[in-house]
């Protein structure tokens, strides 16, 4: 059994992008997505990864590019934060529509303005409907294993999707953690090499990116859309797999004390080791609380959420992102919304924290769990921690 | 790798390529048009082993209506400022596969298209960007039709001076663009790439040996290729041809190239034809008073001028 080593989470996102033997890496830098592609720089510089190294001059290339090698048939990654991965915007809403699979990590980064390079999910969720697979690490060892699966999912022909594989910035990118890294022959055996069905070839051409008209732009919506929801099965088949040859089982959506508790915290990333620690303490003083983190967050892995809320009487849904003008935030709005024909009916009520940077400490947990715990439902979302 | 030493089959009367066009009959482009023409034949002399790349514009939306493609050959098409980086990402793609022995036996040219707008104006970074990172096997052609044409004849950086257009009207305070033409060869050389070249469909054999020399050439080029609009110039469709040989014989557009830095012009204007003769054939010129047209000739003339030096002080150096 391999010894995990001491390595920050940005290199062992790298570390992955190297064991998949990735053809095309097309980057520009953004703090906090930085390390990543610095790493994969140095690995391509000392032949480590047979890989071209395209030095972009803006993430709106970095994705355009990205889009054109991946459409030739190579195994294709970028990385980006924030402001990048609003500039590329254009280019993620065109990527699924075209089906090309491409595997993005986002270091993610709180949008502008005020100008801030911390962390909060604002990025991610501004794209949230441009039909890529989204995933959330908690940790190192998930952030190197998804991308690993990231590229197993993108690539499985049944889906051709492009994949976000998200790690919160600094507080998860930067960290340095044990993590286990893979033996190449194990990955080989994981991640088959990149065969996509249609790609630019000279001895079968293919036209990609026609102009739909509205007689076929309606078509093309639904087609891209039945094609997200059937990535699920896929997402569990790869997991699964993936336990297979390494022994790591995940699942879309994980639970932590949640079996049994009457109030439950749902949540995504790496603030999931905080709350945890929360439950613990406050289970010590038998309180009866849970957590249930969304590992994938597109699609929206709506059964699994009702399992693991079942016997919940009272819901915090918890988003690092606030949609201005509206009741919730896109998790809380998604979970309403889910909650609306289910039979399951907890009292939720949605909480707006580590907006920017901002400390996410086990004391914003409990004040959560208190409040939740009472069963009063509060209609518009709560931002926590505001300075008065 | 010099430009000046690629070496390449010329393509002549006698040796003019034979079988179907890359770009099939059918498309929706205007009668007349001669971006269409540049188009096909600049296709045509790159034989059928090659990809292209097509920015969003007038010939992206006449050639493909889902499900019908007017392209031979592998095409892709993403959006409207992005022909270079898309381009650049396929071009990496075939290199390194090629590296790793899961790509095709011989070097495949990656031919980017764009038109003024894509390429002048919202495109000029991504172009930037990938002739300075100096793909091996890149080949981008500027189609200028001087406007963007596709959205309804708006003015860009490539419309000409006092031109008139739907967003550089004539009108009682206005004689039309009021900026001078942008210089995107001389953008293109500035990035010290082996090639750059000038070309119109009305010298055919000439465009398409100047296609043929980007392709023989390690490192990127640019082409820049004037395709006349006779709907957005206002002028009679059958007039597409003989405007581009007015544009080359009153040195309003000359044909050169530029070869490892160095210049040499395609077509040398000793004597040139009455500018007058250009401008009245167009609508868009219409407005022009005698006064106007001598501003415009003293530009034009200067501008040759400096081109003729160019090539005295920096000609094109023997092949080996």
Redesign the interface.
């Known amino acids: 059994m391999a010894k995990p080593i001491g390595m920050e989470v940005s290199l062992a996102v790298a570390e992955a992008v190297k064991l998949a033997n990735t053809?095309?890496v097309?980057a520009y830098p953004i703090t906090p997505q930085t390390h990543i592609v610095e790493h994969l720089s140095e690995l391509v510089a000392d032949g480590e990864l047979?890989?071209?190294y395209?030095?972009?001059?803006?993430e709106?290339?970095?994705m355009?590019?990205?889009?054109?090698?991946?459409?030739?048939?190579?195994r294709?990654f970028t990385a980006t934060s924030s402001q990048g991965l609003a500039l590329m915007n254009?280019?993620i809403y065109?990527d699924p529509i075209?089906r090309v699979p491409i595997v993005l990590a986002i270091a993610n980064r709180a949008l502008s303005a005020p100008i801030n390079i911390w962390n909060d999910h604002s990025d991610i969720m501004s794209v949230r409907d441009a039909g890529w697979i989204c995933l959330f690490a908690e940790n190192g060892q998930e952030a190197l294993d998804l991308t690993l699966i990231a590229f197993r999912v993108a690539e499985d022909p049944q889906v051709s999707l492009p994949v976000s594989m998200n790690i919160d910035g600094f507080t998860l990118s930067h960290f340095i953690e044990p993590i286990l890294i893979p033996e190449q022959a194990e990955v080989d055996k994981f991640l088959p090499?990149f065969k996509p069905s249609l790609?630019?070839?000279?001895k079968n051409?293919?036209?990609?990116?026609?102009?739909?008209?509205p007689e076929?732009y309606t078509e093309s919506r639904k087609a891209a859309d039945d094609v997200l929801w059937n990535s699920k099965a896929q997402i569990v088949k790869a997991f699964d797999e993936f336990n297979k040859v390494f022994g790591r089982q995940y699942q879309v959506v994980e639970g932590y004390r949640h079996e049994d508790a009457e109030t439950i915290v749902l949540l995504m990333g790496s603030i999931a080791e905080t709350a945890m620690t929360a439950v613990d303490e406050l289970r010590q003083s038998g309180q009866k609380v849970g957590l249930v983190r969304l590992r994938l967050w597109r699609p929206f892995p709506e059964a699994e959420i009702l399992t693991a809320l079942s016997k919940a009487k009272n819901l915090a849904v918890i988003d690092r992102h606030a949609v201005l003008g509206s009741s919730s935030g896109p998790v809380g709005l998604e979970v309403k919304s889910l909650l609306l024909n289910s039979p399951v009916k907890p009292n939720t009520s949605n909480y707006i924290l580590g907006l920017g940077g901002r400390d996410v400490t086990r004391d914003d947990f409990k004040y959560i769990f208190e409040k939740a715990s009472s069963g009063q439902v509060q209609t518009r979302c709560e931002f926590v921690g505001v300075y008065e | 790798m010099r430009a000046v030493d690629a070496t390449y089959e010329k393509v002549t009367n006698k040796t003019f390529p034979k079988g179907p066009d890359m770009l099939a009959s059918g498309h929706r482009a205007c009668q007349g048009c001669g971006e269409v023409l540049a188009l096909r034949l600049l296709l045509k002399a790159l034989g059928?082993?090659?990809?292209a790349?097509?920015a969003t514009g007038c010939m992206?939306?006449c050639t493909?209506?889902?499900?019908?493609?007017a392209?031979?050959?592998?095409?892709?098409?993403?959006?409207f400022?992005?022909a270079?980086?898309?381009?650049?990402?396929?071009?990496?793609?075939?290199?390194?596969?090629r590296?790793?022995g899961?790509g095709?036996d011989q070097r495949?040219p990656v031919i980017a298209i764009a038109g003024d707008g894509g390429t002048a104006d919202i495109g000029l970074?991504?172009l930037?960007?990938a002739l300075?990172?100096y793909h091996e096997n890149f080949i981008y052609v500027c189609l200028d039709n001087e406007a963007y044409m596709n959205t309804g004849i708006q003015r860009s950086s490539e419309t000409p001076f006092m031109a008139s257009t739907t967003t550089s009207p004539v009108g009682s305070k206005s004689k039309g663009q009021y900026t001078w033409k942008k210089d995107m060869p001389a953008i293109a050389a500035a990035h010290h790439i082996p090639y750059v070249a000038t070309a119109t469909p009305a010298y055919h054999l000439d465009l398409m040996n100047k296609v043929r020399r980007a392709a023989a050439i390690e490192g990127p080029a640019y082409i820049h290729v004037y395709s006349p609009c006779p709907t957005g110039w206002r002028m009679k469709p059958e007039l597409a041809v003989e405007i581009c040989r007015l544009a080359v014989s009153t040195r309003i557009f000359p044909l050169y190239e530029v070869l490892d830095g160095r210049y040499q012009i395609s077509r040398k204007v000793d004597n040139p034809s009455p500018i007058a003769d250009y401008f009245k054939v167009q609508g868009r010129f219409r407005h022009l008073k005698e006064d106007d047209i001598a501003i415009i000739t003293q530009r034009v003339n200067g501008d040759y001028k400096r081109l003729v030096e160019l090539t005295e002080k920096f000609p094109v150096e023997a092949a080996e």
Not at chain 2, 64 to 69: A, C, E, T, V
């Open positions: 053809d095309v097309a047979d890989a071209a395209i030095p972009v001059e803006s709106h290339s970095a355009s590019s990205c889009i054109g090698s991946s459409a030739a048939g190579a294709t254009e280019m065109i075209l090499p790609q630019l070839d000279i051409p293919i036209s990609i990116g026609l102009l739909g008209g076929c | 059928t082993e090659f990809i790349v097509s992206e939306v493909g209506p889902f499900p019908q493609s392209w031979r050959m592998p095409w892709i098409h993403v959006a400022e992005n270079a980086a898309v381009a650049s990402g396929v071009e990496a793609a075939t290199h390194v596969l590296r790793k899961r095709y495949i970074q991504a930037s960007g300075e990172r």
